[in-house]
């Protein structure tokens, strides 16, 4: 029995859990494991299982930019390095504001060992692919996003493991995270390569939109809202009937964020009509958004996000042999290409002059 099969099981049976039977489930791109409890009793609960050594050290408020840097990808870009202590304060601020992120019974923050409320098995993705109608699900996503985005975003979250900081998601971030595009293509595509010309028009290119994200940063963003963690509890009312998991990451962050993320999803298709729809209900609801300037912003973010998905797609594939990322890389490449569009003119003279239209496969 390894060590950490041991933590797991004395954790258990410190939350009365001991006698439950453990089911895990399929794995994903991180390196957070989940088990479905199942108690004698026919209750069913989620074991989360998050080893903090297992990712390099979150960013700390007061680190520089060049320090965050040299601490590794977690300080630059993503900030919380997963931590359940994010997880589970960023899980209290949803539940304090109306919205369905799931109760924590048991938690060892220092174990990286949580455990649960059950949601089930209702993904969006999911559900959808068995035949129930995609539009109310996309318009009641639309609708906990607007209640998210309206509720005051605190510089620090209280939750059962402490305080944790709602780290903004600046240019440090941003760009760190569009620079694993030229970081990683080159490794997969090797006739995608940037030379230092290259290179310095890129973070010219780039320069003045997280810039400008970085300023307009006013509401928390979950930062990975999308179908496949999205939860449908039809049962619940009103913005709760979507159940949210995976917001260990969340951010102060620009409001178009989590709109493209769930919008222009790297893994499913979302027809164009409902892309208009959504973005039609969320408008309505939100009624003193400039909508023009706002959907500059949507347009260039959402081309990082798909420069930044790509690059990570292109690690997963290269560094870690996740091969099926690949079959995910075509809907990226049309999404960053129509983006292009109604982007800053700089990122569309960049990527004409080295990822022409033939390249973006």
Same mark, same amino acid.
């Given at each position: ?112 060992? *949580? %455990? ?5 098995? !209702? =993904?969006?993705?999911?559900?959808? /692919?068995?035949?129930? #109608?995609?539009? @109310? ?112 990451? *969340? %951010? ?5 964020? !989590? =709109?493209?993320?769930?919008?222009? /999803?790297?893994?499913? #298709?979302?027809? @164009? ?89």
């Amino acid at each position: 029995m390894s060590d950490r099969e041991r933590q797991r099981l004395d954790f258990l049976k410190t939350a009365g859990l001991a006698d439950a039977v453990r089911t895990p489930l399929a794995g994903d791109a991180s390196t957070r494991r989940y088990e479905r409890l199942t108690t004698p009793s026919g209750r069913s609960l989620m074991l989360m299982d998050q080893v903090a050594a297992a990712e390099s050290p979150p960013a700390d408020p007061a680190w520089s930019p060049e320090r965050r840097r040299a601490e590794g990808w977690n300080a630059t870009a993503r900030l919380s390095a997963g931590r359940i202590e994010a997880f589970a304060a960023v899980a209290s601020h949803m539940r304090d504001v109306g919205l369905s992120a799931p109760m924590i019974p048991a938690l060892d923050a220092a174990a990286g060992l *949580a %455990v649960l409320e059950d949601f089930g098995d !209702d =993904l969006f993705a999911r559900v959808i /692919d068995d035949g129930q #109608d995609e539009t @109310p699900l996309y318009l009641a996503a639309i609708e906990a996003l607007v209640r998210l985005q309206e509720a005051p975003a605190p510089e620090v979250l209280s939750g059962p493991a402490g305080d944790w900081p709602l780290q903004v998601y600046d240019g440090t971030a941003l760009k760190g995270g569009a620079d694993l595009f030229i970081e990683w293509l080159p490794r997969l595509r090797p006739d995608l390569q940037f030379s230092d010309t290259a290179r310095a028009r890129w973070d010219e290119a780039w320069a003045g939109l997280v810039q400008h994200a970085e300023r307009e940063a006013t509401v928390m963003a979950h930062r990975d809202f999308h179908a496949e963690n999205l939860i449908w509890l039809p049962d619940r009312e009103g913005p709760a009937r979507v159940g949210m998991i995976d917001f260990q990451d *969340a %951010v102060r962050a620009h409001p178009s964020w !989590d =709109l493209h993320s769930l919008l222009q /999803d790297a893994r499913r #298709d979302v027809p @164009p009509a409902l892309e208009a729809l959504a973005l039609d209900h969320y408008f309505s609801l939100r009624p003193n958004v400039d909508r023009e300037a706002f959907m500059r912003d949507y347009a260039a973010l959402a081309t990082l996000n798909e420069a930044r998905i790509l690059g990570i797609f292109a690690r997963l594939i290269v560094r870690d042999g996740k091969d099926r990322y690949a079959a995910f890389m075509p809907r990226m490449w049309n999404h960053l290409t129509a983006n292009l569009a109604a982007a800053d003119p700089r990122l569309g003279a960049w990527f004409d002059d080295y990822v022409p239209m033939g390249a973006r496969t």
